[in-house]
């Protein structure tokens, strides 16, 4: 099993920034779609960028609406870690943020939760 293990949250003011980051504790993801999603309290989890993995270590990568020009996700595979680099924070990022791994390098839904298969414990994020 995959277990994840995220870091970087925290509080920050109305158009500040963060990385979070995602590491392995046990197994890898180096041949895994790595998603982060979050969740908002009273909302329903939301995907919000995503990677591929096209085994030289880098892949394509999508973005929700709301993250586009703000957020940017990327990986190292040799260090097993997928971070995603937010900037430009609104209150509306208010929430904890997942990691998670799928069970194949490409997902047709990368944006969507439900196609994730490994999750961490979150992280939260919180914009004032």
């Known amino acids: 099993d995959v277990q994840l293990v995220e870091s970087g949250g925290g509080s920050v003011q109305d158009g500040g920034s963060l990385r979070l980051s995602c590491a392995a504790r046990t197994g890898t993801f180096r041949s895994a779609c790595m ?24 892949g394509g990568t999508y973005y929700a609406d709301s993250a586009k020009g703000r957020f940017t996700i990327s990986r190292n595979s040799a260090e097993n870690t997928v971070y995603l680099h937010m900037t430009n924070l609104c209150p509306e990022d208010t929430a904890m943020y997942y990691c998670a791994a799928a069970n194949h390098p490409y997902i047709l839904t990368p944006m969507d939760p439900s196609a994730y ?8 994020v919180t914009v004032s």
């Open 35 to 58: 998603g982060w999603i979050r969740q908002a309290p009273g909302k329903e989890r939301e995907g919000v960028a995503a990677i591929e993995t096209n085994y030289l270590g880098g």
């Open 117 to 124: 298969y490994y999750w961490g414990q979150g992280t939260q």
